[in-house]
Nanobody, 125 residues
Framework: VQLQASGGGLVQAGGSLRLSCAAS????????MGWFRQAPGKEREFVGA????????IYADSVKDRFTISRDIAKNTVYLQMNSLKPEDTAVYYC???????????????????WGQGTLVTVSS
């Protein structure tokens, strides 16, 4: 399984970015997909996740109503649309994949089987 995250960069506060995570080596539609982030000196934290059906997504309170996760089965890609960005959103963003993760474990990095390499998002004030 390979996950390739891209789309990070430098953006001013209030701006938007869209991250992509392309999956290969898997039957993409069978996998739940998640996004995490890690700021310097901090632990990796849950951003959001989308179920393999694509019918529902959940988000951390800190990004709710600003970030949206979607997936394109045909392109084997999951997206993280980030709007109204804040300096505290600055972090390396990682995508993750798991076949059978349960709802109660979505927020735990250790529960996810596969990880992408991360893409840096920097939000300037």
């Amino acid at each position: 399984v390979q996950l390739q995250a891209s789309g990070g960069g430098l953006v001013q506060a209030g701006g938007s970015l869209r991250l992509s995570c392309a999956a290969s080596g898997v039957t993409f539609r069978n996998y739940n997909m998640g996004w995490f982030r890690q700021a310097p000196g901090k632990e990796r934290e849950f951003v959001g996740a989308i179920r393999r059906s694509g019918s529902s997504a959940i988000y951390a309170d800190s990004v709710k109503d600003r970030f949206t996760i979607s997936r394109d089965i045909a392109k084997n890609t999951v997206y993280l649309q980030m709007n109204s960005l804040k300096p505290e959103d600055t972090a390396v963003y990682y995508c993750a994949a798991d076949l059978g993760i349960i709802m109660s474990s979505l927020g735990s990095p250790n529960a996810w089987d596969y990880w992408g390499q991360g893409t840096l998002v920097t939000v300037s004030s």
